[in-house]
């Protein structure tokens, strides 16, 4: 299946951060820089696997002043260049010192900000840190476990991309770590007008890891339990000697859980595409009611 109108992939770091080196080495190619800068530089990449083709377009952005970046990254207009993303992934070199390690942290840091702010919580891309080597240069050794934990703390997911083979349990590290993660990314775009139809703060059901179950109804299913649970909140904790109003909302509750049901009953038998198209518009009239 080609996956058409794909989400993109970004790829920065500072400017000796190792962007490009680590581009030639997924992808088999890199982009060469102009005037010694990647920032502004696009590459392209096919990636199949045996359920999908994807065409996906790789922009390349320098951060050489992370606060001037970042005050960008989070300006209004900037909303629709991160909601067309698929993935991000920021390389860096292992740190030297600590100056060093802090500057890094606080990259990752600003990334994580700049995709709250413009998708919310409802994001559903990936998030790679990846470690470049340093060269001759020593660096500060860390244990993997502080690098995994902070990222996984801001979205992300630390990658070494000095290591090579499998790790003890089996899963695939460095470059083909980076690969298998973007192989399993959504790169669909179809549902980008689910911001503008249902906003940005869509939350889907969450289990105790804090991880989203996202599907194919997740935003819609966020919006509609968001007002499930006001109309719960205002059933079990309202005054008790409103009864008829009370009931009213109960039947209202109940009214709302029957029609997404419905919903995903009719389109259940729906290419993937076109169920998401469906229940965006079938979500968005239900919505007008409220």
Not at 11 to 19: I, M
Not at 87 to 97: E, H, L, N, S, V
Not at 182 to 190: F, I, K, S, V
Request: with cysteine; net charge negative.
């Amino acid at each position: 299946m080609d996956v058409t109108n794909p989400r993109r992939i970004l790829a920065l770091g500072a400017p000796d951060g190792g962007v490009l080196t680590l581009l030639k080495d997924l992808t088999g190619s890199a982009p060469t820089p102009v005037d010694t800068t990647t920032a502004g530089l696009s590459h392209t990449w096919t990636l199949e696997t045996q359920y999908y083709r994807a065409e996906l377009s790789i922009w390349i952005d320098e951060i050489a002043d992370l606060e001037a970046w970042r005050t960008e990254f989070v300006k209004p207009e900037a909303k629709e260049v991160v909601s067309a993303l698929g993935a991000w992934i920021f390389c860096f070199r292992k740190p030297i010192g600590q100056k060093e390690l802090d500057a890094t942290k606080d990259s990752i840091r600003a990334i994580a900000d700049v995709i709250k702010k413009a998708c919310g919580y409802s994001w559903d891309g990936t998030c790679l840190a990846v470690g470049m080597p340093q060269g001759i240069t020593p660096h500060l050794q860390l244990e993997d476990e502080e690098w995994e934990e902070f990222c996984r703390e801001l979205g992300f997911e630390y990658v070494d991309a000095t290591t090579k083979g499998k790790n003890e349990f089996g899963e695939p590290t460095g470059i083909d770590r980076v690969k298998e993660a973007l192989e399993t990314t959504e790169w669909d775009g179809a549902d980008d007008e689910f911001g503008d139809i249902l906003g940005e703060e869509g939350l889907g059901d969450m289990d105790e890891s804090g991880e989203g179950e996202w599907g194919a109804f997740s935003v819609e299913e966020a919006e509609m339990n968001r007002e499930l649970l006001g109309m719960k909140t205002a059933v079990n904790g309202g005054d008790a000697g409103d009864e008829e109003d009370e009931a009213l909302q109960v039947e209202e509750l109940e009214r709302m859980m029957g029609k997404l049901q419905a919903i995903k009953d009719t389109s259940s038998s729906m290419p993937e595409a076109e169920r998401k198209r469906f229940a965006a518009k079938a979500v968005a009239e239900v919505m007008k009611t409220l």
